[in-house]
């Protein structure tokens, strides 16, 4: 992995600081490096696409798509 993807996957965790968790955080950077390894390794952004949808739908059917919502405010 190079420092750059690095810096883009700490870029990707800190916008979801949003959501006040830092399992969010931490899940949002393993997940940014993984994928761009895939990406790195397949060079196929509809690979990496599909498996995003995928991970985000587990997420939810686990139980832990909580984490991932912010709540509205008026």
């Known amino acids: ?39 790195r390794r397949y060079e196929s952004f509809w690979g990496v696409w599909i498996l995003h949808l995928l991970l985000g739908v587990v997420v939810f059917a686990v139980g832990m798509g909580g984490y991932f919502q912010r709540p509205l405010r008026p």
Request: hydrophobic share 65%; glycine share 10%.
């Open 1 to 39: 992995v190079e420092v750059g993807e690095h810096v883009v996957a700490l870029t990707f965790a800190a916008a979801h600081l949003v959501y006040g968790s830092w399992l969010t955080v931490f899940l949002a950077f393993a997940g940014r490096l993984v994928l761009a390894g895939i990406y």
